[in-house]
């Protein structure tokens, strides 16, 4: 079993920044990605950026610009900065570590750390 554990997030006023950070038990080079995502109240969960292994990268049309996805595999972290923050950027926020076995893909997810961004 694999532990994923965010921290980071916290209340931020609108144009502001915020780290999130994920800290994973196993080494992040066993999986094929790691992502970050997120889930506003009364909303499905939505993918926000994707790092590979080989640290290609790509993000959600909506924080393009503005999100970087960035990886330490000697800490086993990841990290999502965020700038820019704006208000429908509230949400909590996942980290998932995507791989695949014979028997198909698989992931493993934390539980979420809160961000809220106030206008």
């Known amino acids: 079993q694999v532990q994923l554990v965010e921290s980071g997030g916290g209340l931020v006023q609108a144009g502001g920044s915020l780290r999130l950070s994920c800290a994973a038990s196993r080494n992040i080079l066993s999986f094929n990605y790691m992502g970050w995502y997120r889930q506003a109240p009364g909303k499905q969960r939505e993918l926000v950026a994707t790092i590979t292994s080989g640290d290609i990268t790509d993000y959600a049309d909506s924080v393009k610009g503005r999100f970087t996805v960035s990886r330490d595999n000697a800490k086993n972290m990841v990290y999502l900065e965020m700038n820019s923050l704006k208000p429908e950027d509230t949400a909590v926020y996942y980290c998932?570590?995507?791989?695949?076995?014979?028997?198909?893909?698989?992931?493993?997810w934390g539980q979420g750390t809160q961000v809220t961004v106030s206008s």
């Open positions: 998932a570590a995507h791989g695949t076995t014979w028997s198909g893909p698989y992931q493993y």
